[in-house]
């Protein structure tokens, strides 16, 4: 009988520890000035978990959720956060200065604080991207290894790091380091203007005999995610014949990878590709999402109809920054030069300068320059303060429906910025122009006795 009840008690530990397992992370938080009723919880672009804000801006929920990198988004602004089973975190922030105020609490938030700061020592270095390209190879070097070693030097001085996080991120820079080598050559050749550049077989080095096949480095660690499709989007790009790199990533890819190309060179498929036919053969070869190839399909469709001399898709009353509203057939007897954009978009942002400067070269002449932003509503007051800080001169519009709006729908735009020449007539010249600061523009616009 003691032996019968000895065993009862085993088995009755066993049971409790088994109930006792934490396979979920406790969540919660208070945001001061929100500017949305949800905090949304994002593995990439998959939403993991919307958590509703109680009246007085905090909130409080369980994930469950694999140990990773995730983003926090709240009011169109994102942070990245680190979670992981029996985590116990809490969050505060005020949107009025959302990434200088966030900071975290509990088991877990060392991690978390970490990235806060990482993020803020990105900003507070601004580097300046056109002059570290333009740079020569040994410049260039100097410069990206002392990045590298300060990224080093932050990761060391924190205290009390989960270890799988401190590896990752160790890794993170050590790829982010590579990616830079990486993006030298085609980048420096749009930086110094210098497009017969070819670099140093010494410099591109480092990049040999990297392994593109970690399926686990794949999964966990971003910077070399990123290395590795920016490797085979170089591949197709560079290639005398894509379809070849297609068959052969379509074979020796894992499916996460495959996926994933996809979804980055859809975008190549545009109004002015030559090879959009092989682009979208190869994209559907290799996704396995039903519903993206659908969606694919009907812009590839689109596309078809934005050729040289088809009429251009139309907006209609579109708020106009200086009162009133705007139709693109009001602006009809000249030329369009229609820059799609938004407030938060750092490549279009660059681009403003060169459209000034452009704007100025051609005033008189028989072109309209309009910008389009295609900003959300809850952004229009940024907008308004944008355009008015930066000075910025032609006609500036607001879509009806932000990225929605038909316009951009029918103009098949999914990445910006994007640029569109209408001729006189309301037909396209072009629905992908060159951007303000590419001197293929001027040269398109003196073909067109502009």
Known sequence: MKRLIAVFVVALCFACNEEAKVDYTLFSGKIENPKDLKVTILKGREKVKEITLNNN???ADTLKVEAGFYSLSHGGETSAIYLSPKDNINVTLDTEMFDETIAYTGAGSQNNNYLAAKYMANENANIDIAKLYSSNETEFLSAINDIKNSKFKLLKVQKDLNPEFVSIEEKNI??????FIQNYPSAHKYYSKNEAFIPSPE??????????????????VESYKNLVKNHYVQKIGEADSPTEVFEFINKEAFPELKN????????????????NKVYYEGIMGLSSDEKFKDNLTKDYNKIQKLVKGMPSPKFVNYENHKGGTTSLDDLKGQFIYIDVWATWCGPCIAEIPSLKELEKKYHGKNIAFVSTSIDVESAHDKWVKMVNDKELGGIQLIADNNSKSQFVTDYAINSIPRFLLIDPDGNIVSADAPRPSDPKLIELFNELNI
Do not use: C, H, V, W
């Not at 994933?260 to 090879?275: G, M, V, W």
């Open 57 to 59: 801006g905090t909130f």
């Open 174 to 179: 050590k790829y982010d380091y590579l990616s």
């Open 203 to 220: 410099f591109m080095k480092p990049l040999e005999n990297l392994d593109y096949k970690n399926q686990t480095d794949y999964t966990s």
């Open 260 to 275: 994933d190309l996809a979804s980055t060179l859809q975008y190549r498929i545009a109004p002015n590709n030559d090879d």
